[in-house]
């Protein structure tokens, strides 16, 4: 599905922290955000490195691993969105994995993640999904075993433009 050229999001000003283990995917990240217009990035390796960055700064989008070496994402996930300070513990998260398996899927959606995104994926694809995370309006739940978006989606056949949903 490409992107409506009529959508226009403006990213110049937005805040995003992005962590990955992998230097290379990193710098892959990197460039991909800035061409898609955000000028201030936060990068962490590991989830302690990540922790103290979304202690100290204001975020707009955290873009996580899936796996990292101290921690993985949806621990980190999880403790953002039950332990975070106040003004993080709601921020938009896009997990990255290289496994697409419904069980990967169902943990980053338990864990509080917004959208997962797996590997390999193209730059339009991440932007796509960016947008969506922008233009997202579900509410956010917390419960005792859950804190996140709420995971309730109306079935309102597939996407605009795209005939059916794979099966799995």
């Avoid at 233009?135 to 978006?149: F, I, L, S």
């Amino acid at each position: 599905m490409a992107l409506d050229p009529k959508i226009r999001i403006n990213l110049d000003r937005s805040v995003v922290l992005l962590v990955e283990q992998n230097s290379q995917a990193m710098d892959a990240l990197t460039a991909m955000f800035r061409g898609f217009g955000v000028r201030k990035q936060f990068k962490a390796a590991t989830g302690a490195e990540a922790m103290h960055i979304i202690k100290a700064q204001e975020l707009d989008l955290i873009v996580v691993d899936a796996h990292m070496p101290d921690m993985d994402g949806y621990d980190l996930v999880r403790w953002l969105r039950r332990e975070g300070p106040d003004n993080a513990r709601f921020t938009p998260v896009i997990m990255l994995t290289g496994h697409a398996a419904r069980s990967m899927v169902e943990k980053s959606r338990d864990s509080g993640a917004n959208f997962v995104v797996s590997r390999p994926f193209t730059p339009e694809i991440l932007l796509q999904r960016v947008f969506w995370v922008a233009k997202d309006e579900r509410q956010m739940v917390v419960a005792e075993g859950y804190v996140g978006p709420d995971r309730r989606f109306k079935n309102m056949g597939p996407p605009l433009g795209v005939k059916g949903r794979r099966k799995d």
